[in-house]
């Protein structure tokens, strides 16, 4: 099986910055796109951030100009630099990824993932 685990989650207050780490184990073949959502309380689910495999971005319009997201392809990781917090980013942020994954020694799928989420506070 393939694991997305997070890190880097936190307590800051506005205007300050963290950085959020995911790295994706298992047997895995290659990674298409990562990529960060964040669900706040009541809710729905968003889009933060995508990178594809091409180094092709998409930001959420909310984010944009403030988030970066960057990948280290040699080690299935994908960091998300979130600078200028506000209080609306209060959120879970989740880490997913579209990969192959081999299910024998030479068959693969394609399959997503999701890591079980970081929390960001920011406080006013």
């Known amino acids: 099986q393939v694991q997305l685990v997070e890190s880097g989650g936190g307590l800051v207050q506005a205007g300050e910055s963290l950085r959020l780490a995911c790295v994706a184990s298992?047997?895995?073949?290659?990674?298409?796109?990562m990529g960060w959502y964040r669900q706040a309380p009541g809710k729905e689910r968003e889009l933060v951030a995508q990178?594809?495999?091409?180094?092709?971005?998409n930001y959420g319009d909310s984010v944009k100009g403030r988030f970066t997201i960057s990948r280290d392809n040699a080690n299935n990781t994908v960091y998300l630099q979130m600078n200028s917090l506000r209080p609306e980013d209060t959120a879970v942020y989740y880490c997913?990824?579209?990969?192959?994954?081999?299910?024998?020694?030479?068959?693969?799928?394609?399959?997503?993932?999701w890591g079980q989420g970081t929390q960001v506070t920011v406080s006013s």
């Open positions: 997913n990824a579209n990969l192959q994954r081999y299910y024998s020694t030479i068959f693969y799928r394609t399959e997503d993932y």
């Open positions: 298992g047997r895995i073949r290659s990674i298409n796109v």
């Open positions: 990178l594809d495999s091409r180094g092709s971005t």
